[in-house]
């Protein structure tokens, strides 16, 4: 069971919009449409962003998009605002009822 | 709405054991849903640990199953970690989390050290 792969950071201007990349294995993300992101701030709980790849949580602002093609999902966020500056992370269901995690993807809004 | 609240020692020394418990609120943890443990260290990022389902199926991850007991008392609403033989390495946030086929509600998390 390893880890699933994201970028260490990413950054964009207001405005603009940030895709973050999560890649895993035909095993985990290619095999099952359960990858969620979550937005972590310093000192605090993740907060779910995006479930069941592209469903967002009641709350979630319609910015935060998801979506998945082969062994890759990705984290859209449109509109990149300074709140949105935080660390993200995606999960995988990985089959056997376990859970991987990616290493997480630090967004940095300039 | 769901809320969940980790409590346990703080402070370790090695080869103790980690006993982790996880009060839940606002849902009743032998309905339905997985609930999880996950750990969070600055140098191995998240790392799932457990679950427990309909408090008598369990799930661990490989690669600490040898450590690891997790277990539920729908009696009182909360489940428990406990990790064995504990080294500097399982200093971490432990966190408790609901989970379906991924975790949606958090606890806060609480952080572990463990030194001599």
């Known amino acids: 069971q390893s880890a699933l792969t994201q970028p260490p950071s990413a950054s964009g201007s207001p405005g603009q919009s940030v895709t973050i990349s999560c890649t895993g294995t035909?095993?985990?993300?290619?095999?099952?449409?359960?990858v969620s992101w979550y937005q972590q701030y310093p000192g605090k709980a993740p907060k779910l962003m995006i479930y069941?790849?592209?469903k967002r949580p009641s709350g979630v602002p319609d910015r935060f998009s998801g979506s998945k093609s082969g062994n890759t999902a990705s984290l859209i966020v449109s509109g990149l605002q300074a709140e949105d500056e935080a660390d993200y992370y995606c999960?995988?269901?990985?089959?056997?009822?376990?859970?991987?995690f990616g290493g997480g993807t630090k967004l940095t809004v300039l | 709405q769901v809320q969940l609240q980790e409590s346990g020692p703080g402070l370790l020394r090695p080869s103790e054991t980690l006993s982790l418990i996880c009060d839940v609120s606002?849902?009743?943890?032998?309905?339905?849903?997985?609930w999880s443990w996950i750990r969070q260290s600055p140098g191995r990022g998240l790392e799932w640990i457990g679950s427990?389902?309909?408090?008598?199926?369990?799930y661990y991850n490989p690669s600490l199953k040898s450590r690891v007991t997790i277990s539920a008392d729908a009696s009182k609403n909360q489940f428990s970690l406990n990790l064995r033989y504990v080294t500097a390495a399982d200093t971490a946030v432990y966190f408790c989390?609901?989970?379906?086929?991924?975790?949606?509600?958090w606890g806060q998390g609480i952080l572990v050290t463990v030194t001599s």
């Open positions: 999960s995988s269901f990985a089959g056997g009822n376990t859970i991987v």
């Open positions: 069941d790849v592209t």
């Open positions: 606002g849902y009743s943890i032998g309905t339905a849903y997985q």
């Open positions: 427990v389902y309909r408090n008598t199926l369990i």
């Open positions: 989390a609901r989970t379906e086929w991924n975790p949606d509600f």
């Open positions: 035909s095993s985990d993300v290619g095999l099952y449409n359960f």
